[in-house]
């Protein structure tokens, strides 16, 4: 059993909505302008398994790394102004660049031991630490489009091409 935690868009002001699923919950509060979001859970939530959404109780999710961008970028920044210190302190070559490719390998490293986060195309609801991963596919575009833009519902059935 895992505890499955749930990141609601907040439909008024755009901002995270932190839940976890509980029984008799029937709306999530935003924290930020205290709008009042609808959410139903069923034992499968409870167990950490994901077959509807919670808000949209739609069927269709794709997986993603959890990746957070910034830390990558963050990492670069941090090794090109180390190599540029380095530089003005007159260490040279090969040390500076060692600092660079380790937070480079570090950035890619970070990368492979990333979890993943599932996401549901109708109302971008987030999941986390999601039981059955393995029954969940990766981004396909034609079914986010179908779904966004002309509203179709697969209803959990995968599209494959
Ligand atoms: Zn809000
Ligand atoms: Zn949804």
Known sequence: MTNMEITLTCSECGSGIHIKPTKDATEAKCQVCEN??????????????????????RMDFYKQKDFNRKIGVGLFVFGAISVLVFEIIGVGFPWNYS????????????????????????CNTLFRNVANIEDIHGFNHEMHDRIVYSDHDFKGEQLDH
Not at 36 to 57: A, Q, V
């Open 99 to 122: 600092v660079f490719l380790g937070l480079a390998a570090l950035d890619i490293l970070l990368y492979f031991f990333v979890p993943m986060v599932v996401a549901c195309y109708k």
């Open 36 to 57: 009042l979001m609808p959410i139903s859970f069923n034992d499968e939530h409870l167990e950490g398994r994901l077959k509807t959404c919670p808000s949209c109780s």
